[in-house]
């Protein structure tokens, strides 16, 4: 059978374009890999426990990832002690490889958020050095530290605190005896501690909920005695929680409380973000 000369012309171009095709080369052109975002150096330092004088360094523990020393201390160094928990004077170091500005580092013990300092400037390679006063608990301690907290890449480190002592607040001591005396008399029974019910218990609790308030709104905006006031939050957090509080704890929680609402930069900050109201602490 004979092909009409059209369909025959066809089939010649159909075998010119294949083997065309086949002379060239395939390619293609490659994906590029994701580039995988910075990991941010770890920053690394020191832990110090103080005495109460806030400068004499009892033990301290290095800070750095995958290490957990244990340091020691007693509870007569405490600064405040009430309801199984001590207050101490705590040296922490800083160290970053990278300069960073105002950062957060926050404390936690045994999971709960014992003290918090903002709005820390770090030079690259420098040491930062700041003193802080969180609660611990008697006995022992898991103690988190959260470096550059609210940073998408946080740096964390761990050290244990073995707390020796009860963490009660004291009993007033017995008189000394003398000479003339026919019997010492008992001492004095301690005062009962201050519970839900009572007006300084209503006195402890309006002062937690307004610093809890206090604590978010001045948060970041340059108060000076923010840390003091991040402090004093999370004694006053631990009383809430307690139920019930040492009369001598109470009375220095208290005074802490009332220099702050004294101060009249704390006053000017309040009112800046309470706006239109005149409210006095």
């Not at 395939?26 to 890999?33: G, K, L, N, Q, S």
């Not at 040296?91 to 958020?113: F, G, K, M, Q, W």
């Not at 761990?158 to 008189?175: E, F, I, N, R, Y």
Request: charged fraction near 15%.
């Amino acid at each position: 059978m004979k092909l009409h000369p059209i369909v025959l012309a066809a089939f010649a171009l159909l075998n010119l374009s294949l083997a065309h095709a086949a002379d060239k080369p395939v390619t293609t052109t490659p994906t590029a890999a994701p580039i995988a975002a910075p990991i941010a150096a770890p920053i690394s330092g020191m832990f110090r426990m103080l005495k109460a004088d806030g400068a004499t360094a009892i033990s301290q523990a290095i800070l750095a990832p995958g290490v957990m020393q244990l340091v020691g201390v007693k509870a007569s160094d405490a600064i405040v002690a009430a309801n199984g928990r001590c207050a101490f004077n705590v040296r922490i170091d800083e160290v970053s490889p990278l300069a960073l500005s105002a950062t957060t580092t926050r404390v936690y013990s045994n999971d709960t958020l014992v003290a918090q300092v903002t709005r820390l400037d770090l030079a690259a390679k420098t040491l930062k050095s700041f003193v802080t006063q969180p609660y611990l608990y008697a006995g022992h301690n898991n103690v988190k530290l959260v470096f550059n907290a609210e940073s998408a890449t946080p740096s964390v480190a761990w050290v244990q605190v073995m707390v020796d002592g009860t963490c009660m607040a004291s009993l007033p001591a017995a008189p000394a005896p003398t000479a003339s005396a026919v019997a010492p008399k008992p001492p004095a029974p301690a005062p009962a501690p201050i519970k839900a019910g009572t007006a300084d218990w209503n006195n402890l609790f309006n002062a937690y909920g307004y610093s809890n308030y206090a604590v978010t709104g001045l948060k970041g905006k340059g108060y000076r005695r923010y840390d003091e006031l991040a402090s004093v939050n999370a004694a006053l957090t631990a009383a809430v929680k307690a139920g019930a509080i040492e009369r001598s704890a109470y009375a220095a929680l208290m005074a802490r409380w009332a220099a702050l609402t004294n101060d009249a930069d704390f006053r000017s900050a309040m009112a800046k973000v309470v706006p239109g109201s005149d409210r006095k602490a």
